[in-house]
């Protein structure tokens, strides 16, 4: 499937007769939608998250964890603290580009609510009408997103299981230098 979608991706692994196990989906952000749960376990936050993790772990299944963009940075996170088998990345950024509004962001998020986006780069333009973009970020959730990426690059060093990085060189929102950081 070439949707680009981290949703179609566990879907297909969750229907795959080959894939030996379980695909795994840490919701994380509002919308998502359950899919058929014989297929796959949702992992939420904390104690359901270890639960799941649990589960998989006493029926003997190698545990994978993957993440596309900021969902990367906090898969990477995510396998700092906890035992897994490999972590997958997509996409994922190392830092916010260097602006320097960021730091007053503190103080202008109460009068500046949403910043847009820009335009999307999607290539493919089938995977494009089936997705849904977002035109416009809240101020306050790129505060919290510097945050969980200065965390990430502060526990990057006790990442030691395999990692897998994939990275568009037409990727418009992440640059691939990301990868040079990671």
Do not use: C
Request: aromatic share 6%; no cysteine.
């Amino acid at each position: 499937d070439e949707s680009g979608s981290i949703t179609n991706l566990r879907e297909a692994l969750g229907k795959d007769p080959n894939a030996g196990g379980r695909a795994l989906g840490l919701v994380d952000f509002i919308g998502t939608q359950a899919l058929d749960p014989t297929n796959y376990v949702t992992l939420g936050t904390g104690s359901s998250a270890k639960a799941g993790l649990g589960m998989l772990r006493s029926a003997g299944k190698q545990v994978f964890i993957m993440g596309l963009s900021m969902g990367g940075a906090l898969a990477l996170l995510t396998a700092a603290h906890t035992p897994f088998n490999a972590v997958v990345l997509f996409s994922t950024p190392y830092a916010l580009p260097k602006d320097p509004r960021l730091p007053l962001l503190r103080v202008l998020y109460p009068f500046i609510p949403m910043v847009g986006k820009g335009e999307a780069d999607w290539h493919n333009q089938e995977a494009a009408a089936d997705h849904l973009e977002y035109l416009s970020l809240p101020t306050r959730s790129l505060m919290e997103l510097d945050k969980l990426l200065q965390q990430m690059r502060t526990d990057l060093p006790k990442v030691t299981i395999p990692t897998l990085f994939v990275q568009s060189h037409q990727d418009k929102t992440i640059p691939p230098e990301s990868l040079d950081f990671l």
